[in-house]
């Protein structure tokens, strides 16, 4: 067993997130807000060539203040990708209003075009209304098939939000992910391309959505002499401490994202001749994932389980992971009304995150390659 750890996503920093850090600190703007917080949003817009992010506390946040703007409320139905962290869909429990799921589909496995259209259909046939938003993902960094759900979307005048949690830096169309959709929303969690120890953002589409964001995010105080409220608020702004830690990041943010694709394509040529184990690739031109994970699916026909591989690798101290339980084959959400033909599920019973961490070398990458393909080696 080797003594190093591999991990699948650990954090990597650039060198100079101590620099902000510190000046915070010098000038006592050890608080939420501050100069860090301002110069991190505008370092995301010049990144995302785009107007109006909002850094707050987390993604989760970002999602829920997304669908609060979105005037999602008790009752309302909320369309949501199956095949997903549950912090997707978790928010839309928060507003009191209930997700809807759909499927994915095998290109990108995001969200089916087609099982969208039956179940916004279908929920205006049952309950005689139209889900209030559509929340689309972009999978390990994968862009969704943007253009036929937004189709989709205007057609029934349905507002998308993004999450774009795991896709920083993606690309769809020749557009960064998170710019695609009403709003969309990121995540600086330690996994992510990118951290802030925690923090996340929201991209609105104007000046006034994100002032009111940024009013909502920092509990909804009117500008009046005393306390006071029309609305409830959050507090889900992001500390000035952790945006510093997101300067630094974004310095090195296009050296992360290249290398996360450069991983992703060492495996693919690691697993080029084992016919057993295909590496999830952009299905066209027209997608550029980040990779955040390299993913890689069995053949229907090899003999084992994502567990038996996740546990060997285990063994050689690599952490590797099942890919997402999709939402409709969890408890918590065994009551929700579900659209498809099982896809999701089919890909969850046959696949494995790999380490995929821009911090990775080539040999590390290797390291991996070889213990996966034992594995299979001696399955045949
Ligand atoms: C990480 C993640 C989130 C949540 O982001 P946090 O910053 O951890 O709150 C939401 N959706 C997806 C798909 C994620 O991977």
Redesign the pocket.
């Known amino acids: 067993m080797s003594s190093k750890r591999i991990f699948l996503s650990f954090p990597h920093l650039g060198g100079h997130e101590m620099h902000w850090i510190e000046e915070a600190f010098k000038d006592s703007w050890v608080v939420p807000l501050g100069p860090n917080v301002d110069r991190f949003e505008q370092q995301l817009e010049g990144y995302l060539n785009c107007g109006n992010v909002v850094a707050l506390s987390?993604?989760?946040?970002a999602?829920h203040l997304g669908l609060v703007m979105l005037g999602v409320g008790p009752g309302d139905e909320v369309i949501c990708q199956s095949f997903?962290?549950s912090?997707?869909a978790n928010p839309v429990k928060y507003q009191g209003a209930n997700p809807v799921f759909v499927d994915s589909e095998p290109d990108t496995w995001n969200m089916s075009p087609e099982a969208l259209d039956v179940a916004i259909s279908d929920r205006l046939r049952i309950t005689g209304r139209l889900p209030k938003a559509i929340v689309v993902?972009h999978?390990y960094g994968m862009p969704a098939k943007m253009n036929e759900i937004c189709e989709i979307a205007d057609h029934y005048g349905i507002p998308v939000l993004e999450?774009a949690?795991?896709a920083l830096g993606s690309e769809y169309c020749g557009r960064k992910c998170g710019t695609l959709g009403r709003y969309g929303?990121l995540?600086?969690?330690g996994?992510?391309v990118i951290t802030t120890s925690?923090?996340?953002a929201l991209i609105c589409p104007s000046p006034e959505a994100a002032a009111r964001v940024k009013f909502l995010a920092t509990q909804a105080r009117e500008t009046m002499p005393y306390y006071f409220h029309k609305v409830i608020g959050y507090n889900y702004r992001l500390s000035n401490v952790s945006a510093g830690i997101g300067c630094g990041q974004m310095e090195v943010l296009p050296e992360r994202v290249a290398r996360r694709r450069e991983i992703h394509d060492l495996y693919a040529k690691h697993f080029k001749d084992v016919p057993e184990i295909t590496v999830h690739d952009n299905p066209s031109d027209e997608y550029d994932s980040n990779f955040w994970l390299t993913t890689i699916l069995f053949d229907a026909k090899a003999g084992f389980t994502p567990e038996e591989l996740r546990t060997h690798l285990e063994s050689f101290n690599i952490e590797s992971r099942w890919l997402w339980r999709p939402m409709n084959m969890q408890p918590v959400y065994a009551d929700a009304p579900f659209y498809g033909d099982g896809t999701a599920e089919g890909l969850f019973g046959r696949g494995l995150c790999l380490p995929s961490g821009s911090i990775l070398t080539d040999e590390d990458v290797a390291t991996v390659a070889d213990a996966v393909k034992e594995f299979v080696a001696s399955r045949r």
């Open positions: 987390a993604g989760t946040a999602i997903t962290f912090a997707s993902v999978l999450d949690a795991e929303a995540s600086f969690n996994n992510k925690g923090g996340g």
